[in-house]
C-alpha cells in the first residue's frame, strides 16, 4: 500500500490529481495533501476528496524543514510527488527572489527529507541503497527549455534555456533534482508538461481569465500580437502521465507530457468568444510582457514508446467540457475573483 506526500494538492493541477489517485487507486494507504494555501491554493478545489479516510490535508510551507521531516517521520511515506511551486510568469518579473526561494530551497528541503527517511545507511556519505519502492517526483515544465522557432520540438535531450524568473527557478529545481540522483543515487523523476487546462484553474491563466472576462462582457487583454504558440494538455491526461512514470517510470528519467495540441494564444480567445456567443470586439491587444516566449512544443514520444501513455482527451472535447465547467459553476469562479475563497481554510480548520 502506497503513503504519499502530495505537495501543493490544493492548486490546479495537485488538487485534480488528487482526486484522480483516490478516486482511481485502490493501492493507496494514506495521501497527505501539504499545501500553504497562497493566493493560488483553494481547498474548496477538494471537496470531492474531504471526507475520504486516506486523505490528509496539513496546511504549512515545503521551505519548512522541521515541518516536512516531522511528516516523514509521522507517515513514512514512500512516494513524493511535488507540484508545489510558483508559477505564474508575470509575478515571477515582479517577485523573482520568492520564486527562488520557494521553487529551489523548497525542492531541496523535499529531497533532503526524502534521502534522510528512505537511504537504508543515512550516515554513510558513499551508500546509494534505498528502501525498495520509493519514488521522489519532480513537476516541472516544459518552460525549462526556453523557446522554439517556427519548427521543432522539445525532447528530453533539449538544452535547459528558460527566460523568465520562474522557468529559471524550475529549472534550478530540476538541477538540484538531477543532482541529488547522481550525487546520492535518490530515485528520481523529473516530468515537463506542456500547458495545462481543465478544471480548477487560477483565473490569472489563459483560459479562465478569458472565460471569466468575456462572460462579463469585459475586455480581453491578449500580449502583442496573441501569436504566442503553446501545447494545450489537458489536467486529467497530465495526471495520467504522472501516475504513469510512479507505476512504470525508469528512476533518473526525464519524461516529457504534452497533449500535442498546438494554439496560439489568439486562437484559443477567439474560440472563447465564438463559443460563449461573444464578439471579437472584446479583444485588447496590449504590450507584450518582458522575455515573452513564442512558442512551445512537446515531443512525448518517449513516456508513450516507454510507459504506454497518450492522451485519451482531444482538445476539442477537453474545451467544450472546461467552458461548460466554469460557466456550470459560477460561484466557484466569483469567490476566487473575489478573494472570498482565501476564507474557506478559517471557516473549515479554524480552532482545530
Known amino acids: 500500500m502506497k503513503k504519499l506526500l502530495v505537495t501543493g494538492g490544493a492548486g490546479f493541477i495537485g488538487a485534480n490529481f488528487i482526486q484522480k489517485a483516490l478516486r482511481e487507486r485502490s493501492d493507496i494507504e494514506r495521501l497527505v495533501n501539504l499545501d500553504l494555501l497562497t493566493y493560488a491554493g483553494n481547498l474548496e478545489n477538494l471537496l470531492p476528496v474531504r471526507e475520504d479516510d486516506r486523505y490528509t490535508f496539513v496546511h504549512g510551507d515545503v521551505r519548512d524543514r522541521a515541518l516536512v521531516g516531522a511528516l516523514f517521520s509521522r507517515y513514512d511515506f514512500d512516494t513524493v510527488v511535488h507540484f508545489a511551486a510558483e508559477s505564474h510568469v508575470d509575478r515571477s518579473i515582479v517577485e523573482p527572489a520568492l520564486f527562488l526561494s520557494t521553487n529551489v530551497l523548497g525542492t531541496q528541503t523535499l529531497l533532503d527529507a526524502a534521502m534522510a527517511r528512505w537511504k537504508t545507511a543515512p550516515d554513510d556519505k558513499y551508500s546509494r541503497e534505498y528502501r525498495e519502492g520509493v519514488v521522489y517526483l519532480q513537476v516541472s515544465t516544459d518552460e525549462v527549455y526556453g523557446a522554439l522557432g517556427e519548427t521543432g520540438l522539445f525532447s528530453e535531450e533539449s538544452p535547459i534555456a528558460p ?19 547522481m550525487t546520492y543515487g535518490l530515485p528520481v523523476n523529473i516530468t515537463r508538461c506542456s500547458n495545462n487546462f481543465g478544471p480548477y484553474q487560477f483565473p490569472e491563466k489563459l483560459i479562465p481569465l478569458m472565460l471569466h472576462n468575456a462572460e462579463a462582457g469585459r475586455p480581453l487583454p491578449v500580449y502583442g500580437d496573441g501569436m504566442q504558440i503553446r501545447d ?38 477567439r474560440l472563447i468568444l465564438k463559443e460563449l456567443g461573444k464578439s471579437e470586439s472584446l479583444i485588447r491587444f496590449v504590450r507584450d510582457r518582458p522575455g515573452h516566449d513564442r512558442r512551445y512544443a512537446i515531443d512525448s514520444r518517449k513516456i508513450t514508446a516507454e510507459l504506454g501513455w497518450t492522451p485519451a482527451c482531444s482538445f476539442e472535447r477537453g474545451m467544450r467540457e472546461t467552458i461548460a465547467w466554469y460557466l456550470d459553476n459560477p460561484g466557484w469562479v466569483q469567490r476566487v475573483v473575489s478573494g472570498e475563497y482565501m476564507d474557506y481554510y478559517s471557516r473549515m480548520y479554524g480552532g482545530k
Open 232 to 269: 494545450w494538455l489537458h489536467v486529467s491526461d497530465h495526471c495520467a502521465a504522472i501516475m504513469a512514470v510512479l507505476d512504470r517510470g525508469v528512476r533518473g528519467e526525464v519524461y516529457n507530457i504534452g497533449g500535442g495540441n498546438e494554439r496560439a494564444n489568439i486562437d484559443i480567445v
Open 163 to 181: 527566460n523568465s524568473p520562474y522557468s529559471a527557478s524550475k529549472a534550478g529545481a530540476d538541477l538540484m533534482v538531477r543532482a541529488y540522483h
